[in-house]
Structures are given as C-alpha cells and as structure tokens.
C-alpha cells in the first residue's frame, strides 16, 4: 500500500489525512496518508528518510513550502513560478516537487463560490510561500489589476517581479503591482481580497480599511475554520461576502491526488463531508 504524509510545522491541526482518505474511498484506490511533524531545521532529513523508506509522496505545507521547492531536483512550471512547491512525488532517486495551491484557490472561488476574476481587481495580501503559490494561477485567471500588498516592501516587489514575464504573456492588460500594509488605504476598492498571510494562524489581527471594498466584494483567507473566523468576521461587519480556505484546501489536495495517482477525484462531496463534520 502506498504511503503519503502531510510534512509542516505545526501539523496536528491538518485534515489532509481526511481528505486523502475521502479521495482513496471515492476512487477506489489504496493508499494511507499521515501528518508528520517536522522541526524547523529537519526538513531534508525527513524528506531523504521518506524517500528510502519508500514513500509515494508527500504534501508539504508551512513553513517549509519554499525549502522544500529548493531542496527538490526536478520541478513542474507551476512550482518554477512560485519558488515554492506544496507537493511531492517521490520516484526512484529523484523528488519531483508542484504546486497546486493557486490552482485550488481560484478553483474553489470561481467554482464552488461562483466569484469571477476575469477583469476583476484582486489584492493578495502577503508575500510568503502561500502567495507565490498563488500569484501564478490567479493571472491565469485574467484579472485586470492584481496588487499583492506584504508587511514590508522587498519581498512583495521581488514576487511581483518574477512574475512581471508571465504577466504580460498571460494576461497582458493586468495591471501588476507591490505594495505595503501601509499602503492599503491608498490602494482602492478591490472586488477580491486574498488573505495569505500567517496572521489567522498566528491569531494576529489584520484589519482592512473600509475603502478596499468594493460593492460585493469577496474577502478570502486561505485558513479555514476557526483561524479565519477573526479576519472574515471583520470583513462581514463592512458589508463583504466571505469564504474561508477550505474548499481550496480540498481543491489543492485533488489536483494533488491527480498529480500522485492520476485520477482527479470529485471536491463537492468531499467538502459538504467535512462541513458537516466540523466544529461551526
């Protein structure tokens, strides 16, 4: 039976495990998948014990998104863009890395929440590994301006400027932008608004001035259940329609089953599953 795992730091928080499960029952397919805790500086050990034990693959999720991209040879063009990779696949002697998770958030906004991005104004908040993964597959989707807005300024502008090439070959009447925080209340009204910061999960608050929102807009954060509750709730108090990170969760963890096994399992029932069985 193959064996995958969910590497991060913390981890115990995490329902791939679940999900994984929900996917193997569905298809029919054999596999088991665990969450393995993995300490700050013990990520290429892990992966390297994994890899001669066998394992089929494994997901990758904070904070060792973008080492894990550097630690793996071969990548996909998804993964290259990001510099960050959420999803490996072991084969032989080779770690062959991808990143799904921008494909499993405009996914899970697009359709499952029925949102358009094309010719839409999007701000992604925050320019870590989260960010870079989905910077990619949301200029795939065409948007007609796309500000990405970090703490302090030299990450979000190196992001924007590795991403400037694919940019004007993909959508090239978007507008690509960096920002700070700082510079929220100057920046506009935004029809989507991305949280990809660590600030849910660090139960730290990120407030966002009245003038980001546009007339229905949709706010987002990339964390699901509680962590999100206090960002979302503040959006809903301005009058924003919200959704948390789950159904991109599922998403991402479907085009990595794909990537994996592939089969492309079905998200809905997988999501209305884990709806009903957590905590509201």
Known sequence: MDKYFVLGNPVSHSLSPRIHGLFAEQTGELLRYERLL??????DVVLRDLQVKGAAG????????EQAYQLCAQRTPRAKWAQAGNTIQFAGDQMIIDNTD???????IVQNAGVALADKRILLLGAGGAAAG???????????ALVLANRTSERAVRLVASHRAYAKQITPGCRLEAATLL????????????????SSLDGEALHLPPTLLAPSALVYDMMYGKAAQGFLQA????GAQTRDGLGMLVEQAAEAFFFWRGL?????????????ELPQ
């Not at 959006?235 to 301005?238: E, I, L, R």
Request: glycine content about 8%.
């Open 38 to 43: 993995v300490r700050p500086d013990g990520l």
């Open 58 to 65: 494994c997901n990758i999720t904070v904070p060792f998104k």
């Open 102 to 108: 921008g494909l499993g958030l405009v996914r899970d």
């Open 134 to 144: 989905a910077l990619g597959a949301l200029l795939d989707a065409k948007p007609a």
């Open 183 to 198: 510079d929220l209340p100057q920046l506009g009204a935004f029809d989507v608004i991305i949280n990809a910061t660590s």
């Open 235 to 238: 959006a809903q108090a301005m």
């Open 264 to 276: 492309r399992p079905k998200t809905a029932p997988v999501l209305q599953t884990l709806l009903a």
